[in-house]
């Protein structure tokens, strides 16, 4: 890591769910890609990450929540919605 701080890496690690999810706007993806290309510790962090991800995409893909558990899910993020607003 070369004139990276620590901050500069935690955020991009906090942010790599959401990276790796194509959540990110198209500035805040070119700065993760940025930090990555710098910094080798957070790139090797990355794509362990990555790796993972696709293990369970690939074992766990077809897998569909079960009737009750999505209701009761989607019933949680109707109450959550409705307290912030």
């Known amino acids: 890591m070369t004139g990276l701080s620590n901050e500069e890496c935690e955020h991009t690690l906090n942010r790599v769910y ?16 940025a930090h990555l290309a710098a910094c080798e510790p957070c790139l090797e962090k990355f794509d362990v990450e990555q790796a993972v ?4 995409s690939r074992c766990c893909g077809g897998d569909v929540a079960p009737d009750h558990l999505r209701s009761k899910v989607m019933t949680q993020i109707s ?3 409705h307290q912030l607003s």
Do not use: C, N, T
């Not at 959401?18 to 890609?33: K, N, P, T, V, Y």
């Open 18 to 33: 959401e990276f790796l999810d194509h959540e990110l706007d198209d500035a805040s993806g070119d700065q993760i890609r």
């Open 53 to 56: 991800k696709a293990l369970v």
């Open 79 to 81: 109450v959550a919605r």
